[in-house]
């Protein structure tokens, strides 16, 4: 059974910082590209960041020089270091794992940007 938890979110101020992180279980996940997207209120679910296996990058162009996806294979976790924190970067961050044929993705966690 596959399962990705996430963790991290909060509230912070614009220019704050946080970490989020995701653990997986029931997976390959040396072998796994992993990515985070996320889903603002009235908005469709869009793509953050992904990191591959190999530990290749791509991100969006709204988050690139802010955010830093990154994967620690020996704990199964990836995480997502974001900066300079704007109030459109408010949303709900999802956890994904795309495990070809088949894409798992966590509950959610929320991060809201605010003064």
């Known amino acids: 059974q596959v399962q990705l938890v996430e963790s991290g979110g909060g509230l912070v101020q614009p220019g704050g910082s946080l970490r989020l992180s995701c653990a997986a279980s029931?997976?390959?996940?040396?072998?796994?590209?992993m990515g985070w997207y996320r889903q603002a209120p009235g908005k469709a679910r869009e793509l953050v960041a992904t990191?591959?296996?190999?530990?290749?990058?791509n991100y969006a162009g709204s988050v690139k020089g802010r955010f830093t996806i990154s994967r620690d294979n020996a704990k199964s976790t990836v995480y997502l270091q974001m900066i300079s924190l704007k109030p459109e970067d408010t949303a709900v961050y999802y956890c994904?794992?795309?495990?070809?044929?088949?894409?798992?993705w966590g509950q959610g966690t929320q991060v809201t940007v605010s003064s």
């Open positions: 994904l794992a795309d495990a070809y044929p088949s894409k798992y």
């Open positions: 990191i591959t296996g190999g530990f290749g990058t």
């Open positions: 029931g997976i390959s996940f040396r072998v796994t590209t």
